[in-house]
Antibody
């Protein structure tokens, strides 16, 4: 069965960096895109971008350029989200989500359990 | 960017029908997906391509899409259906490419 297992909660100080991992199993990792979705406390879902698991090419949504980096280690079927120069407003749950659906009708068919990143001094 | 608007909340008695709308400009020309998110849990896909159900999702969940409104319908509502629900579309001309609705909290009375 498809599973996406994310790393545990993180507590960081402003200005620090964090790296969240998402380990996939139950399918061929390079056959599906991997997306990242943010959910701030009490707020809705916000798509951050995706990474092509074949080429490693990332695409970032508006508002997620500069401090956010998507990467892969295909040898262990794992995607990573790194956030640098953390700010208090980065406090959120971050989800990885597998890209599903046909062309021009994409969705997220499987999700990781989420990683809470808290930024506080 | 493309905007999807949902009512903040819907209340429904057990056994009744809940309807959650998702409004967007000419949304009927796009494929709409719906996610259920229970407190402290990750979202789960419950409807894709407007009206298809993934395996394991009860037949009580159905969807439709036409004009400027897509609708998620939950029939014979149960206490376990209490959750936040989000619609989502993919729009190649938008940034972001994937757009989520504002979310609807379904409360079972």
């Amino acid at each position: 069965q498809v599973q996406l297992v994310q790393s545990g909660s993180e507590l960081k100080k402003p200005g620090a960096s964090v790296k969240v991992s998402c380990k996939a199993s139950g399918y061929t990792f390079t056959s599906y895109a991997m997306n990242w979705v943010r959910q701030a406390p009490g707020q809705g879902l916000e798509w951050m971008g995706w990474i092509n698991t074949n080429t490693g090419n990332p695409t970032y949504a508006q508002g997620f350029t500069g401090r956010f980096v998507f990467s892969l280690d295909t040898s262990v079927s794992t995607a990573y989200l790194q956030i640098s120069s953390l700010k208090a407003e980065d406090t959120a749950v971050y989800y990885c989500a597998r890209g599903g659906g046909r062309v021009a009708a994409r969705n997220f068919d499987y999700w990781g359990q989420g990683t809470l990143v808290t930024v506080s001094s | 960017s493309y905007v999807l608007t949902q009512p903040p909340s819907v209340s429904v008695a057990p056994g009744k029908t809940a309807r959650i709308t998702c409004g967007g400009n000419n949304i009927g020309s796009k494929s709409v997906h719906w996610y259920q998110q229970k407190p402290g849990q990750a979202p789960v896909l419950v409807i894709y391509y407007d009206s298809d159900r993934p395996s394991g999702i009860p037949e009580r969940f159905s969807g439709s899409n036409s004009g400027n409104t897509a609708t998620l319908t939950i029939s014979r509502v149960e206490a376990g259906d209490e959750a936040d629900y989000y619609c989502q579309v993919w729009d190649s001309s938008s940034d972001p490419l994937y757009v989520f609705g504002t979310g609807t909290k379904v409360t079972v009375l």
